[in-house]
């Protein structure tokens, strides 16, 4: 495979009133991002609430994507587990359905040692066969931060898991000092935090960022601009998107949802997880003022 550049949207996994997973509606999302564009899929991960799904709604998610996707963008699958025995299964699960890559973050449960890390990362590698494993560095309460010297480590001592997403803070600092360390042995490097950051980790030699993907549209425009070296159209675009962008930080899956929602995308913003943020009525007046203005960026 090619190295994989872009925008690598993340759909949020939709789900009926009832709390069921809806099938008709996930597909809708993926082929939302399609016709936007989007260069990647990456599911079921954080954004998509894949600690709220059963093993076999997880299976299911890849399936759909993989179908959806019917080879024209990669699907890069989330495998993360509590241990390693179970993103090998998920990762076994994924490869054997026809998922291009794979992406996990540490064990989410109990925190691992940088030493379990390694082999947690060694383990998903030998399962891979080949296939291109995303190192998902994140920040608590899910994540756990891996410093760029434990990244490079899991980098030298795997055949496949070359690539990084940085989510940790300062992401920019770790991207460069990953770069610095590991050089072309790091096969490529995305942000992600919606792409709140993506002008200065592009400079950095980012090769994307995987943002959910309520605005995808939005984001392959930004990403045009960028790669046209149009630095001044970008960052124009960037400053239209940043009220929804901010918006998105303080109340997460609630506002992806919202506004898939409301662009005709999912039938229900059905969210699973406990601690999320419900929008409420000056949330809702705030979303209409923003997306009023961003609609003249909509592409689908």
Same mark, same amino acid.
């Given at each position: 495979?090619n %190295?994989?550049?872009?925008?690598? +949207? &993340?759909?949020?996994?939709?789900?009926?009133?009832?709390?069921?997973?809806?099938?008709?509606?996930? #597909?809708?999302i993926?082929?939302?991002?399609?016709? @936007?564009?989007?260069?990647?899929?990456?599911?079921?991960?954080?954004?998509?609430?894949? &600690?709220?799904?059963t093993?076999?709604? #997880? %299976?299911?998610?890849?399936?759909?994507?993989?179908?959806?996707?019917?080879?024209? &963008?990669?699907?890069?699958?989330?495998?993360?587990?509590?241990?390693?025995?179970?993103?090998?299964?998920?990762?076994?699960?994924?490869?054997?359905?026809?998922?291009? @890559?794979?992406?996990?973050?540490? $064990?989410?449960?109990? %925190? +691992?040692?940088?030493?379990?890390?390694?082999?947690? /990362?060694?383990a998903?590698?030998?399962?891979?066969?080949g296939?291109?494993?995303?190192?998902?560095?994140?920040?608590?309460?899910?994540?756990?931060?891996? @410093?760029?010297?434990?990244?490079?480590?899991?980098?030298?001592?795997?055949?496949?898991?070359?690539?990084? %997403?940085?989510?940790?803070?300062?992401?920019?600092?770790y991207?460069?000092?990953?770069?610095?360390?590991?050089?072309?042995?790091?096969?490529?490097?995305?942000?992600?935090?919606?792409?709140?950051?993506?002008?200065?980790?592009?400079?950095?030699?980012?090769?994307?960022?995987?943002?959910?993907?309520?605005?995808?549209?939005?984001?392959?425009?930004?990403?045009?601009?960028?790669? +046209?070296?149009?630095?001044?159209?970008? #960052?124009?675009?960037?400053?239209?998107?940043? $009220?929804?962008?901010?918006?998105e930080?303080? /109340?997460?899956?609630?506002?992806?949802?919202?506004?898939?929602?409301?662009?005709?995308? &999912?039938? @229900?913003?059905?969210m699973?997880?406990?601690?999320?943020?419900?929008?409420?009525?000056?949330?809702?007046?705030?979303?209409?003022?923003?997306?009023?203005?961003?609609? $003249?960026?909509?592409?689908?």
């Amino acid at each position: 495979m090619n %190295k994989m550049r872009g925008i690598y +949207a &993340i759909p949020p996994t939709p789900f009926r009133d009832n709390g069921e997973l809806d099938e008709p509606s996930l #597909r809708n999302i993926i082929q939302f991002c399609l016709k @936007s564009g989007a260069h990647g899929i990456v599911t079921p991960v954080n954004a998509s609430e894949f &600690i709220s799904l059963t093993d076999d709604e #997880r %299976k299911r998610v890849v399936v759909i994507a993989v179908e959806e996707a019917a080879g024209r &963008i990669p699907v890069v699958a989330g495998v993360a587990g509590a241990s390693e025995e179970i993103a090998v299964h998920h990762a076994r699960y994924a490869r054997e359905v026809g998922a291009d @890559s794979l992406i996990a973050m540490p $064990p989410y449960v109990r %925190k +691992a040692t940088p030493d379990e890390i390694l082999r947690y /990362y060694q383990a998903i590698d030998r399962e891979a066969k080949g296939l291109p494993i995303w190192i998902q560095n994140n920040m608590p309460p899910v994540g756990t931060p891996m @410093s760029p010297e434990l990244l490079v480590r899991i980098v030298d001592s795997t055949e496949s898991a070359h690539y990084v %997403k940085e989510e940790c803070w300062p992401a920019g600092h770790y991207m460069t000092k990953v770069l610095e360390l590991a050089g072309d042995r790091v096969t490529g490097i995305q942000g992600g935090m919606a792409g709140r950051y993506l002008l200065d980790e592009y400079e950095r030699g980012a090769c994307g960022t995987m943002p959910a993907c309520e605005i995808c549209d939005v984001h392959v425009q930004l990403w045009e601009k960028l790669e +046209a070296g149009d630095k001044h159209g970008a #960052r124009d675009f960037f400053n239209r998107m940043l $009220p929804l962008l901010n918006m998105e930080f303080m /109340y997460g899956v609630s506002v992806y949802k919202e506004v898939l929602y409301r662009r005709g995308i &999912i039938s @229900s913003t059905y969210m699973r997880n406990a601690g999320h943020y419900h929008l409420d009525s000056y949330d809702r007046r705030e979303l209409d003022a923003i997306l009023n203005d961003l609609q $003249p960026l909509f592409r689908v």
